[in-house]
């Protein structure tokens, strides 16, 4: 038996005492989830008991919830027995040079223009010594730390920083918020922890890396940021490469904590698995996302390009508790072939003059659905409270769907909501005035859909916007005639 | 230059074009004037490559090549410019991003490298002094909230920026006030040379005030009617296109 093994037997054998067996060829649990598989995760993650505790009790509601039904998405009910829920990271290279790899991810490779040596990490490939990423990570840790800051793995926290974790996990997104939340709690494989000290504003992007760091993250993410008092950050989450993964339910978690005079800019760009042209496959993005304004004069921005996923369920939120704080939404959500995005915001506003910015951008292509939903709620308290909201849809083709549900809910009457909707169709006329002027029809259609997505797109750090635009080309590649 | 064929379109059945002759050679001016519904657009429509017609009939070779074979954005490259009667808004994206596309992707189906920045910039402050076109329209979307007269003199700064062999206006006079109407010809006028035509559509012969033809063709239902030097407007213009109708018929 190997060293490793011995552990996992150690950790396991104590705790089970059903007959709990473990492939250890594989790492990975077998399917199925009920206490023991979260034992198991948590014994295998080396957790502190605290943990196991707060991991039970989200499973025990979990067991008394019952999946949503009210998103306008459409998918095979899902088995939640037939799942496995841990599988560790792969630790050997899949593939030994980029001539295994499916030609058809290396092609999109190459049209995001993304570097060769970046391409071996993002598939798998045995990569140099000279890029690997774990000492690219140590360089940026070491200048982060100087500042107080920190970054790292939610594994790590857990054990490194269980008073943050404890403090905070948990504490916008509640154990019982939703059934997939409540999923999310129970099993979560891994994620990011970040903590932003009282007045330190954070130097670069938490992204440098991530597009290396994001493998093998897992189909549970989690993720918590917390923005101390006057604190700055902006993070990136996700990947313009695609991401193939055999996981077809994916359930990430996100909290973001913006104390007084924080704020906190976080940017999504997702790519999953979308599923073939006949709709066949593709994974299942169940998201919850949320952040608080906690302080006054704090500041909570969500930016998200979506363009992946069969299925995506997702509305990130804020809580406008502090006085004076704001949130901001800003989103593009592209949907071709048979993709179904249900997808928006709640922003809740508690604090007096709390101001909230809304984008919402729907692009839908192909035989696809797209749908925006989105709350505003004003407080009883929340005198002078302010809302603005845009919610555009563009049609490409006679065959898609473009749906919205915007909720507004007022308490106060003091406070100003403003929602703003369009609807439009990329006509014929345009894609002629483009092709007499020398640019095909699939340029003009990505030049079209760019100028469609500025707004949104100027407020994503100029590098992911640049790459952004390349995936939506990309992504509506052949839905016009 | 262009040499157009017996040629025949229709759309969803309907035969609009009936057998069109026309022969352009360089460095010509040819207009091109009927009644309503004559098939004055079409024509333009048809030469541009606009996918709703369908061409029955006849043959369209443009300096050597079968044009009928080629798609709009080939037809471009190869020096085909349709000044729209209608030009449409595109939303969102600016007028020097449009520009810089459209420039680039001519310039590449032509074998030429693409222009950078700083050259785009020159070539377009340049073709744009040549129709008054104020600068502050480059940052605005592709003619969002331009004027009827920018609109127009947007379409022949674009015809300057992409060098076009063949420029077809189309109605372009319709909408213009005088002053507007000269600019926009004047400009057309500094840009013609041995190298290029024109073919001028116009109902009025107002424009040809400004723009002399070296032809005029008259289009009636379907088929070019009556050729002749530009006296022939002024003519029109005096009788009237009943006459030419019940001559037609007669």
Request: aromatic fraction near 8%; hydrophobic fraction near 35%.
């Given at each position: 038996?190997?060293?490793?093994?011995?552990?996992?037997?150690?950790?396991?054998?104590?705790?089970?005492?059903?007959?709990?067996?473990?492939?250890?060829?594989?790492?990975?649990?077998p399917p199925g989830l009920s206490e023991d598989t979260i034992r198991f995760i948590s014994a295998?993650?080396?957790?502190?008991?605290?943990?196991?505790?707060?991991?039970?009790?989200?499973?025990?509601?979990?067991?008394?919830m019952t999946e949503p039904d009210w998103a306008h998405v459409q998918y095979p009910k899902i088995n939640y027995q037939d799942i496995i829920y841990y599988s560790a990271p792969r630790k050997g290279p899949k593939y030994n040079s980029l001539d295994e790899v499916d030609p058809e991810i290396l092609e999109t490779f190459n049209k995001l223009g993304i570097s060769l040596e970046e391409q071996k990490v993002l598939s798998g490939v045995a990569v140099d010594a000279v890029i690997d990423s774990i000492s690219v990570k140590t360089?940026?840790?070491?200048?982060?730390?100087?500042?107080?800051?920190?970054?790292?793995s939610m594994s790590e926290a857990i054990k490194e920083y269980p008073e943050l974790v404890k403090k905070y996990l948990g504490s916008v997104v509640p154990v019982r918020d939703n059934y997939f939340a409540a999923l999310n709690c129970a099993v979560f494989s891994d994620g990011s922890f970040v903590y932003i000290p009282k007045g330190v504003r954070c130097p670069m992007e938490l992204s440098t890396y991530f597009r290396i760091n994001a493998i093998n993250t897992g189909q549970f993410e989690r993720t918590l940021i917390v923005a101390d008092e006057g604190s700055y950050v902006s993070y990136l989450e996700g990947c313009t490469a695609p991401m193939r993964d055999e996981n077809q339910l994916h359930a990430a978690v996100v909290e973001l904590v913006a104390l007084r005079d924080a704020e906190i800019k976080y940017s999504t760009v997702q790519n999953w698995y979308p599923g073939n042209k006949e709709g066949k496959g593709g994974i299942y993005n169940f998201v919850t996302k949320r952040g608080i304004c906690k302080g006054d004069n704090s500041k909570i921005s969500w930016t998200q390009v979506e363009t992946g996923s069969a299925v995506t369920w997702k509305y990130p939120s804020v809580i406008l508790k502090g006085d004076h704080s704001i949130g901001e939404f800003y989103s593009v959500a592209l949907t071709n072939n048979f993709q179904q995005a249900d997808t928006g915001t709640k922003m809740i506003h508690l604090g007096r003059n709390t101001r909230s910015t809304i984008v919402s951008k729907g692009i839908s292509a192909g035989k696809s659905n797209n749908s925006y939903r989105g709350l505003v709620k004003i407080g009883r308290e929340a005198e002078g409270a302010r809302n603005f909201s845009q919610c555009d849809s563009l049609l490409i083709g006679s065959t898609c769907g473009a749906h919205t549900f915007p909720y507004i809910e007022c308490d106060n009457p003091s406070a100003k909501v403003e929602h703003e909707a369009t609807t439009s169709k990329i006509a014929e006329d345009q894609l002629f005035y483009c092709n007499q002027r020398g640019i095909n029809t699939e340029k003009a259609v990505s030049l079209i859909v760019n100028g469609y997505c500025k707004e949104v797109f100027n407020q994503l750090p100029m590098e992911f916007a640049v790459e952004a635009q390349k995936l939506l080309s990309i992504s509506l590649e052949g839905s016009v005639g | 230059m262009l040499t157009i064929k017996n040629l025949h379109a229709?759309?969803?059945?309907?035969?609009?074009?009936?057998?069109?002759?026309?022969?352009?050679?360089?460095?010509?001016?040819?207009?091109?004037?009927?009644?309503?519904?004559?098939?004055?657009?079409?024509?333009?429509?048809?030469?541009?490559?606009?996918?709703?017609?369908?061409?029955?009939?006849?043959?369209?070779?443009?300096?050597?090549?079968?044009?009928?074979?080629?798609?709009?954005?080939?037809?471009?490259?190869?020096?085909?410019?349709?000044?729209?009667?209608?030009?449409?808004?595109i939303p969102g994206v600016s007028m020097t991003n449009f520009m810089r596309t459209a420039v680039n992707e001519v310039r590449e189906y032509r074998g030429l490298d693409a222009l950078d920045a700083k050259a785009f910039l020159a070539l377009s402050k340049e073709k744009q002094a040549l129709v008054e076109l104020d600068k502050k329209l480059a940052g605005r979307s592709v003619n969002e909230g331009f004027s009827?007269?920018?609109?127009?003199?947007?379409?022949?700064?674009?015809?300057?920026?992409?060098?076009?062999?063949?420029?077809?206006?189309?109605?372009?006079?319709?909408?213009?006030?005088?002053?507007?109407?000269?600019?926009?010809?004047?400009?057309?006028?500094?840009?013609?040379?041995?190298?290029?035509?024109f073919l001028v559509i116009t109902h009025y012969q107002r424009l040809l005030d400004y723009i002399v033809p070296d032809f005029v063709h008259v289009l009636y239902d379907g088929r070019i009617v009556k050729t002749g030097p530009k006296e022939l407007a002024l003519e029109l213009e005096d009788k009237g296109y009943d006459h030419i109708k019940k001559e037609v018929e007669a």
């Open positions: 038996m190997s060293d490793s093994n011995k552990i996992i037997d150690q950790a396991v054998s104590s705790e089970y005492k059903w007959g709990f067996y473990t492939d250890l060829e594989n790492d990975t649990a295998r993650k080396e957790e502190p008991g605290w943990m196991l505790d707060w991991r039970l009790k989200a499973f025990r509601a979990w067991e008394q360089t940026f840790r070491e200048k982060l730390s100087e500042l107080g800051i920190v970054f790292c | 229709s759309i969803n059945g309907k035969e609009i074009l009936k057998g069109i002759n026309l022969e352009i050679a360089a460095g010509e001016v040819h207009a091109i004037m009927g009644p309503n519904g004559s098939g004055k657009s079409t024509l333009s429509s048809v030469l541009a490559g606009k996918e709703d017609y369908e061409i029955t009939q006849g043959e369209v070779i443009f300096r050597g090549k079968d044009l009928l074979e080629l798609s709009p954005e080939e037809r471009a490259g190869e020096g085909i410019f349709l000044a729209f009667q209608y030009p449409v808004e009827g007269g920018e609109k127009k003199r947007n379409e022949i700064y674009q015809m300057a920026m992409l060098n076009p062999y063949l420029s077809i206006l189309d109605e372009t006079d319709s909408g213009l006030d005088i002053d507007a109407l000269r600019i926009v010809s004047e400009g057309v006028n500094k840009l013609k040379s041995a190298e290029n035509a």
